[in-house]
């Protein structure tokens, strides 16, 4: 058995190791190291936990064997998936660290002696603060994130689901939960510690329903901060450092990057939180389906285009992924470098269903950081430069977004493609986007709209280069 005093320091290795994975991830360069960083400091701080321990039992093998009966499939799972299904993943991921947090949240309530909490009814009442909180946190996190699954798989439709009364019913379950807590603590009660897991798994489902699949990249990050801050209540209540400092900074980096990309996107922060977020009025959605003029070309069109431009900018979205395009649009790209010709990419901050998934495919391809530029970075390149490649790039690319205060994305920032000499649009057809909205880029004088998969245009276009 390790002793106390030598298990926090460990505990605040692992802590530090966690902010330098942090620090790793915030950039492309340096996202394997932080990756390193944090898996480290994952395995000292689970080895430490165990070494804790001051007699094994035979409850102890268990413990192991389901250890490795669970890493064994996360394993699995994180080698088999494509990146297209990497949103979808993490989502289900954050799901079940919520319902983790549950599970440990009704043991330490159940059974308080195994924890050095008291005795059944008669629990420390900072221990059934924390514990309380952090059952209704990971609870909402559990049950928020199937929901989100369920959106990004398309097993359940993406659009936002709302009806009459919808955010005053919100509103009244979360000053339930406030009430419930408070009683709980008052009195221990097992029926309150129920009716309150019930409620917040209640709330969590109707605060992502209202969602649309446009939103899920912050949806995405702000169940992560959730996930977060359930894991670090659950840590108070276990009184283990590491789980208390890996979920503060899980849950306050999920929360700033949020923050970020409500502004990225011209939302606002407290809407996400409270559900709103997304629920757009459906009537004022365009769907006029009235027939617009639309230029169309094929590769040869745009290997021509390209081969006499001095400057390229590709902006890659969703469809790239869909297509697994990333490879074909690497070799692309090369071509057009070897004769010369300056090429750039262009990321909006919510490109693809995460944050940072387009960073993450063109890092799969080798593309070289330094080629490629945030929104603001870029974004006034666009008015200089020969030709705007859009590989499945829908709304960070609508200039609806400028012109139409009725838009469901007015006032967002988007990518000014528009802006260029000539806009190649690859896309199967003209559907619109996550949003449900036409894109006034589709119809523009400069564009061209190349239909076909994003993949096979692109290795078209090359050989024709």
Partial sequence: MISPNLSAIFYLISGVLFILALRGLSSPETSRQGNFFGIFGMIIAITVTFLSIGNFSSGFIFVLFFLLIGGLIGAFIAYKIPMTAMPELVAGF??????????VAISAFLNPDAFNLGSPGNIKLGSLIEMSIGAAVG????????????KLQGIMSGAPITFKGQHPLNALILVSIIVLIYLLCTSQSKEYFWVLLTVSFLIGFLLIIPIGGADMPVVIS????????????????????ALIITGALVGSSGAILSYIMCKGMNRSFFNVILGGFGATDQSTVSHNKEQRPVKSGNADDAA???????????????????????????????TLKKNGIKVSYAIHPVAGRMPGHMNVLLAEANVPYDEVFELEEI????????????????????????????????????????????VLFVKRSLSPGYAGIDNDLFYKENTLMLFADAKKMTEDITKNL
């Fill in 94 to 103: 954050h799901s079940l660290v919520g319902l983790a947090a549950v599970f």
């Fill in 139 to 150: 609870a909402i996190t559990f049950s928020g994130s199937v929901i989100a699954f369920l």
């Fill in 222 to 241: 702000m169940l992560n901060s959730y996930s977060g801050w359930a894991a670090a209540g659950i840590g108070f209540t276990l009184e283990n450092t």
């Fill in 304 to 334: 021509f285009l390209m081969k006499n431009a001095s400057s390229v900018i590709i902006v890659p979205g969703y469809g790239m992924a869909v297509a697994q395009a990333q490879h074909a649009l690497r070799e692309m790209v090369d």
């Fill in 379 to 422: 974004n006034n390149d666009f008015a200089n430069a020969d030709v705007a490649f859009v590989i499945g790039a829908n709304d960070v690319t609508n200039p609806v977004a400028k012109s139409d205060p009725q838009s469901p994305i007015y006032g967002m920032p988007v990518l000014d493609v528009e802006k260029c000499k000539s």
